[in-house]
C-alpha cells in the first residue's frame, strides 16, 4: 500500500496538521519509505493469534465512581494561551 | 579537594551521610561543571539552580541529623518529559512553550520524597521521538565522548540523549530517563554509561509526558550498575494514578547487585546475529558470554523468530498511540498557539507551527494505519505480531532462560547530522533493533559498557530478563562491568 499526494492532504487535516503544498511530495516519500518497511508484516502468519491489548496480564483496576478529584479550575486554565473567568478561549465555533 | 561531581553516586551518598562534604557544596559542584560545560554540550534545557540550592539546604539539616532518605542530598538531571511543578516541561517541543505543570509526577515525587536534588531538565527528542537527540526543538546534545584523536561531534544517542551526556560528562550524580522502543539503552550505549528500562508497569506513568502509552516505561541512567540500582529502588513503586501501575512490592535492586550469576541460564538469541554487523560488535558479544561463564553462568543458544518484525510493528503501534496522545495539543489548553480565521485553522497552523518533522511524520503514519479502511491491516496486524514477539520471549524462559544478552546497538555513536540517516528515516529507526524487541514484549532490559571499538567509543552489551525480573539484570550487568575493568568516561574538552 502507498500514498499519493491527495492522501497526503487528507491525512493532514484528520490530523489537524496543515501541510504545505510544497511540503507534500517530501511527506509523500517519507511516508511511503515507512509503509514499504512495515509491508514485511505480511509475510507473518497470525491466523488464530489474538491480538496484544495489554502486554502484562492484568485487568483494569476499578475503583468506586465518585468524585475524587478536582475544583481547582483556576489550575486547569493556569498554562492556557487564552483564558477568562477560568474558562478557556477559543474562536467562534457556532454562528 | 578532590573534584565532587567525579564520585558515583554510590560514593557521594556515603560522602554526604560521613559528612565529608555536604549537599550544598555537592550540588554547588555539580551547578558550577553545568554553567562550564552546557554552553557546549546542551545537555540541560532548563537549569533550576536555585530550587536545587534549596533542596540542598534542606538535605544537609536532615543529614546533619543523621536522618535522610535513600537519596538524600543527591543531584540528579531530570528529562524534559517529566512533569515537574512550576518547572519547564515541554518535552524538548516549541509547541508546549512555556509550559510549566501545576503538578509532580510520581516517579520524580518518589525522588523527592528519598531526599535527591533537582538541577535541572534534560534535552531530549522532541516527544521522545528520535535516536539522536536532533529533534529537540533546543538543538542537539552533544556526546561528551569522541573518537580518539578526533573532534568531530558525535551524538549521544536518543531519545535519552541530554540523561546520557549529563550523565557521562559529570553534570549530574544520575539522571531519569524514558524508553519506548530503545531510548535509555541506546543513548547509555552511545556514551558509556548504565541505562536500565524496567519492566512494563514497574514505574508510573503518571506525570510523564506520554508518547506510545503501551511501550513508555521510565528507569534510571547511572555511571555505574549500582548507582542505577539505587535510583530505581526510589522511582519504581505501585501507584493507583496509573491504571497499568503493577502492584507489587519494590525490592532493594542496590542488593541484587553483587548477587553474580552462578547457575544462570543466559540465552543467546541466533536472529540477533545481524547481516552486515560489524566485527568488534560481533566479538564484544563473545566476550561477554565468556565472562559470564567464566562466574558460573551457562550459555545457551536460542531463537527468537519473529525479532525482525519487532522494528516494522512498532512502527505501526508507537505512531498510532502517538497520533492520539498528541492530540491534546491543539493551541487550547497550554503551550503554543498560532491565530486562524475559524478554530480548525487555528488547529491546524498550531500544529504545523509546534510540532517538528519527525513528530508531525509520526502522527501522519499514525493517522494513516487508524483511518477508516486501514485499522485491521495496519494497526490489528501489528498488535497480533506482539503477541507473538512476547511468545518468543515466554518460550525461551520457560526452556530455563533466566537472562538473555545482545548487542545494545548495532554501531557506536555516529556523527551529528549524518546525511544518509537524514535522508531515510527508517535507516534511523534502525538504531533501536536490538532494544525495541523488549519494549513490545513489556521486558526489563538494561544496557551496560562492555568495550570499545577501533575509534575508542564506548559499546554496550544488552541483558534482558524476566517480567519483574531486573535484580537478574543488575546482577549480570554488574559481571559484565565488573570483567570489562575499563574506563568508559570521557577526556574533558568541553
Redesign the interface.
Known amino acids: 500500500?502507498s500514498?499519493d499526494a491527495a492522501?497526503?492532504k487528507r491525512?493532514?487535516?484528520?490530523?489537524?496538521?496543515?501541510?504545505?503544498e510544497e511540503e507534500v511530495a517530501g511527506?509523500q516519500s517519507?511516508?511511503n519509505?515507512?509503509?514499504g518497511?512495515?509491508?514485511?508484516?505480511a509475510?507473518?502468519d497470525?491466523s488464530g493469534?489474538?491480538?496484544?491489548?495489554?502486554?502484562?496480564p492484568?485487568t483494569?483496576?476499578r475503583?468506586d465512581d465518585v468524585i475524587s478529584d478536582g475544583g481547582?479550575a483556576d489550575?486547569?486554565v493556569?498554562?492556557?494561551?487564552?483564558s477568562e473567568d477560568n474558562f478557556?478561549m477559543?474562536?467562534?465555533?457556532v454562528e | 579537594m578532590t573534584d565532587l561531581t567525579r564520585l558515583s553516586l554510590a560514593q557521594a551518598r556515603k560522602g554526604l551521610k560521613d559528612k565529608s562534604f555536604t549537599s550544598t557544596e555537592l550540588t554547588g559542584a555539580y551547578l558550577k561543571a553545568i554553567e562550564a560545560a552546557n554552553p557546549k554540550l546542551n545537555a540541560y534545557v532548563a537549569v533550576t539552580g536555585e530550587q536545587a540550592l534549596d533542596m540542598a539546604k534542606a538535605s544537609d539539616e536532615k543529614l546533619a541529623q543523621g536522618q535522610g532518605g535513600a537519596l538524600e542530598g543527591i543531584p540528579l538531571g531530570i528529562k524534559d518529559l517529566f512533569g515537574t511543578k512550576g518547572v519547564h516541561t515541554q518535552a524538548a517541543s516549541h509547541i508546549l512553550d512555556?509550559?510549566?505543570?501545576?503538578y509532580e509526577s510520581t516517579v520524580t515525587s518518589n525522588l523527592w520524597r528519598d531526599g535527591a536534588v533537582m538541577l535541572g531538565k534534560l534535552n531530549m527528542d522532541e516527544f521522545a521521538m528520535g535516536s539522536s537527540n536532533e529533534t529537540s526543538y533546543y538543538g542537539p546534545v552533544i556526546n561528551p565522548i569522541r573518537a580518539e584523536g578526533g573532534n568531530a561531534n558525535l551524538v549521544p544517542g536518543g531519545s535519552s540523549g541530554g540523561s546520557a551526556a549529563a550523565v557521562a560528562a559529570w553534570l549530574c550524580a544520575g539522571a531519569t530517563a524514558t524508553d519506548t522502543g530503545g531510548s535509555i539503552r541506546q543513548p547509555a550505549a552511545f556514551t558509556g554509561t548504565v541505562g536500565i528500562k524496567p519492566?512494563?508497569?514497574r514505574c508510573s506513568r503518571w506525570g510523564v509526558v506520554a508518547f506510545a502509552s503501551?511501550l513508555d516505561q521510565a528507569g534510571p541512567i547511572a555511571r555505574t550498575v549500582e548507582d542505577t540500582a539505587l535510583l530505581m529502588t526510589s522511582m519504581a513503586g505501585f501507584d493507583?494514578k496509573d491504571?497499568?501501575s503493577?502492584d507489587l512490592a519494590v525490592p532493594d535492586f542496590a542488593a541484587a547487585v553483587e548477587r553474580g550469576v552462578k547457575g544462570l541460564t543466559i540465552g543467546v538469541p541466533r536472529e540477533y546475529r545481524m547481516d552486515g554487523m560489524p566485527a568488534e560488535i560481533e566479538k564484544l558479544w563473545s566476550q561477554g558470554l565468556e565472562w559470564l561463564k567464566a562466574e558460573g553462568a551457562t550459555v545457551k543458544d536460542i531463537s527468537l523468530p519473529?525479532t525482525?518484525?519487532a522494528?516494522?510493528?512498532y512502527?505501526?503501534v508507537a505512531p498510532a498511540e502517538a497520533?492520539s496522545n498528541l492530540?491534546r495539543y491543539?493551541?487550547?489548553?497550554?503551550?503554543?498557539?498560532v491565530?486562524?480565521?475559524?478554530?480548525?485553522d487555528?488547529?491546524?497552523?498550531t500544529?504545523?507551527a509546534g510540532?517538528g518533522r519527525e513528530v508531525?511524520?509520526r502522527?501522519?503514519?499514525g493517522?494513516?494505519v487508524l483511518?477508516a479502511g486501514?485499522f485491521d491491516?495496519?494497526y490489528?496486524?501489528?498488535?497480533?505480531?506482539?503477541?507473538?514477539i512476547?511468545k518468543d520471549f515466554e518460550d525461551a524462559f520457560h526452556a530455563g532462560v533466566d537472562a538473555i544478552l545482545t548487542p545494545a546497538t548495532p554501531s557506536a555513536a555516529f556523527g551529528i547530522g549524518d546525511e544518509a540517516l537524514a535522508a531515510?528515516?527508517?535507516a534511523m529507526?534502525l538504531n533501536d533493533v536490538f532494544t525495541v524487541t523488549v519494549n513490545?514484549?513489556?521486558l526489563p532490559g538494561i544496557a551496560v559498557p562492555a568495550g570499545k571499538d577501533g575509534q575508542g567509543l564506548p559499546l554496550g552489551l544488552q541483558l534482558i530478563g524476566k517480567?519483574f525480573d531486573e535484580e537478574t539484570l543488575f546482577a549480570a550487568a554488574r559481571v559484565i562491568e565488573r570483567s570489562a575493568d575499563t574506563d568508559f568516561s570521557p577526556k574533558p574538552w568541553w
Open positions: 500500500m500514498v492522501t497526503v491525512i493532514g487535516r484528520l490530523a489537524r496538521i496543515r501541510i504545505e511527506y517519507e511516508l519509505a515507512i509503509l518497511f512495515v509491508e514485511q508484516l509475510e507473518v497470525v493469534v489474538e491480538p496484544m491489548t495489554s502486554v502484562t492484568m483494569l483496576r475503583r481547582y489550575k486547569i493556569s498554562n492556557a494561551p487564552l478557556f477559543v474562536p467562534k465555533v | 512555556g509550559f510549566r505543570p501545576e519492566t512494563y508497569g503501551s493507583p491504571s497499568t503493577v519473529h525482525k518484525y522494528l516494522p510493528a512502527y505501526i497520533s492530540a491543539d493551541g487550547v489548553k497550554y503551550g503554543l498557539r491565530s486562524g480565521k475559524d478554530i480548525t487555528m488547529y491546524e497552523l500544529r504545523a510540532f508531525k511524520r502522527i501522519m503514519i493517522t494513516y483511518s486501514y491491516a495496519y490489528v496486524k501489528a498488535q497480533k505480531v506482539r503477541t507473538l512476547k531515510d528515516p527508517v529507526y513490545m514484549a513489556g517480567p
